[in-house]
């Protein structure tokens, strides 16, 4: 619509002003269709606008879902959390604009539309008619004869009033016509929408700036890690072709107890096919274990490998194959190597060694005779030896409970802190060891339970309660332990009947007899232990113990400082004796 509608030719009517307005009519015709039009395809647009939101929500929370697989990484999770939130209020902000898009042009045009430009229609049919009445006041007006004075004067009247009236509606008119120009005013709301949107979006963003800059400095170091970690790998890829290489087998052990190890192994289906099947073994608390596949629970095999035999099994034509034999059952397996066969061979001997040990225990008379069976499974099984003397669940010194460490030599157990006061006396005195971290041979388990807190403290003790000497307790200050021990196994100053002559006799009677607690008795009162005997052809009280063929005795003194070597009146040392009589253990 580029006409204008001057309002002096509208006053005047002129002819000028008639085309001007008939031009303008023609306008706001055009003007409804291209209106239509604009609203046509503002729709179309809003419309797709709206679709893309909805897909870019789900895209959103798709994203947000995806985050959630970092969610280890604190860093990563917290930008991440921040980028969807910003990005949720971009979506917002979309909304927003074009719900604005909507009301400034569809719902405003529509306006035009519906009532401005059909109310435009009725004031120019009244526009018509009124320049149509004012035609005919003018007619009237000139065929009035002068002589008429009262005629022409009521005509005249008429013709201003008439004329007066059209200039007022006409001006109206024009201002009607001239108006339709404020739909412009519409489109340009809706550029101050495209403004207002993008400007929050660019502030929106810059806020995020340090985010972004935080998770790029993250994801750098991400990727630097991810390097080392290839790096690591492709090392033990190296690793594993080394061990390939060099016949090393792939065991593993099992970090809390030095006696579980575990890896595949065949075993044969005992059914009639006897198929083999590989499947990951594992030994622990003396009980065999096997996992068919990830998915499934562990099947207990053997309850007790203490209470099995284990054999190679060559008859068959499976190599590295072996044969586990309790009461109930028997099962074949085969290993993937003759090292890997007689490691676990090795390892199923252990439980059955602990069987052998604990048996022989329970025989001795100082030992108790129950074998405990409510004892936890996953004690050491030192400790659960050690443990088994009267008196040896507290410490031998202050009496501390569930001592850990031990005297191999005095045959005694304590807590850690007595442990640490035994050590400072040196080896000659008191050899401590570790109950859980140390490996046990069956002899020096056995001295622990042939002796044992009760029996010692019965010799080392004896003449406390006529010395009028208190013992320390478990929270007796350490000062307080030191001198008690120092007194008790330097000193021994609570010994009965200390340093006499008769010991060294009893000390070579006992160890021929295989006496521990008589062995014991006589090296606290001072007997020498490697005192020889002139009237049993100077032999020593370790020759006499292989004599007698008792190996706890022999491990007694050999770990009381006995000398190996020390030979008899006929040239004869331990050893030599043992092989002679066939007590070679
Ligand atoms: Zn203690």
């Known amino acids: ?79 991440m959390s921040q980028f969807i939130q910003g990005l949720q209020e971009m979506i917002n902000f979309h909304t927003v604009l074009f719900d604005q898009t909507q009301r400034a042009i569809t719902q405003q045009l529509s306006n035009l539309l519906t009532q401005f430009i059909p109310q435009l229609g009725e004031t120019r049919k009244e526009f018509v008619r009124i320049g149509e009445d ?89 990727s630097t890690e991810c390097t080392a970690k290839r790096k690591d790998l492709e090392n033990t890829h190296l690793l594993i072709q080394q061990r390939d290489a060099s016949g090393e087998p792939i065991l593993s052990s099992c970090p809390d107890g030095g006696e579980t190890i575990q890896g595949y192994l065949f075993k044969r289906s005992r059914r009639k096919n006897k198929t083999w099947k590989r499947c990951w073994f594992s030994i622990k608390d003396n009980q065999l274990v096997y996992t068919k596949s990830h998915k499934e629970e562990p099947v207990l095999l053997f309850d007790d490998l203490r209470l099995c035999a284990v054999k190679s099994l060559d008859s068959i034509d499976r190599r590295f194959s072996f044969e586990l034999v309790s009461v109930k059952k028997c099962c074949a397996l085969q290993a993937d190597s003759e090292e890997l066969k007689q490691a676990w061979i090795s390892a199923v001997l252990g439980s ?24 936890p499974p996953q004690r050491p099984a030192a400790l659960v030896v050690a443990l088994q003397s009267p008196g040896n669940h507290r410490c031998c010194d202050c009496s501390e409970e569930e001592p850990r460490w031990a005297s191999v030599n005095l045959g ?14 040196g080896v000659h005195l008191s050899k401590v060891r570790s109950l859980t971290l140390d490996s046990w041979d069956p002899e020096q388990l056995k001295l622990l339970c042939g002796l044992g807190n009760d029996v010692i403290n019965g010799i080392y003790e004896s003449r406390c309660a ?93 770990q009381n400082g006995a000398n190996v070597n020390y030979r008899d009146q006929r040239g004869q040392g331990a050893l030599h004796t043992a092989a002679t009589w066939g007590h070679t253990g």
């Not at 015709?29 to 893309?52: D, F, I, N, P, T």
């Not at 059955?352 to 074998?371: G, K, L, T, W």
């Not at 005694?412 to 006396?425: A, D, V």
């Not at 007194?487 to 009677?509: G, H, I, M, W």
């Open 466 to 558: 006529a010395e009028g000497r208190v013992k320390p307790s478990a929270g007796s200050p350490r000062p307080e332990k030191e001198t008690w021990i120092k007194e008790k196994y330097v000193e021994k100053r609570f010994v009965k009947d200390a340093n006499s002559p008769e010991t060294r006799r009893q000390l070579y009677q006992a160890a021929f007899q295989g006496d521990l607690v008589t062995m014991a008795s006589a090296l606290a009162q001072g007997a020498e232990v490697n005192w020889s005997h002139a009237e049993e052809e100077g032999r020593t009280a370790l020759i006499g113990s292989t004599f007698g063929g008792s190996l706890s005795a022999c491990e007694f003194l050999l």
């Open 134 to 222: 004012l035609e005919t006041a003018a007619v009237k007006n000139a065929q009035i004869y002068r002589h008429k004075v009262t005629d022409a004067e009521r005509a005249s009247h008429l013709l201003l009033a008439t004329r007066k009236c059209h200039q007022h509606f006409a001006l109206d008119y024009c201002l009607q016509v001239n108006s339709s120009l404020y739909c412009l005013f519409q489109v340009f709301s809706y550029f101050h929408a495209q403004y207002t949107f993008f400007h929050q979006g660019f502030d929106l963003l810059r806020d995020l700036e340090p985010t972004m800059k935080s998770m790029a400095a993250q994801l750098s170091q991400l």
């Open 352 to 375: 059955i060694d602990m069987a052998y040990r604990e048996r022989v225990e329970s025989q001795q008379p100082q030992s108790p005779s129950d074998p405990q069976p409510g004892q």
């Open 1 to 79: 619509m580029d006409s204008f509608l001057d309002y002096e030719e509208c006053i005047q009517d002129s002819p000028a002003f008639r085309l001007t307005l008939d031009k303008c009519q023609t306008d706001v015709a055009e003007l409804q269709s291209r209106v239509e039009k604009v609203m046509k395809l503002c729709g179309k647009m809003v419309e797709s606008g709206q679709a893309y939101n909805t897909a870019n929500q789900h895209f959103l929370d798709g994203l947000a879902e995806f985050s959630t697989y970092h969610k280890r990484d604190s860093v990563i999770m917290n930008c």
């Open 412 to 425: 005694i157990t304590m807590c850690i802190e007595c442990s640490g006061i035994h050590r400072s006396l």
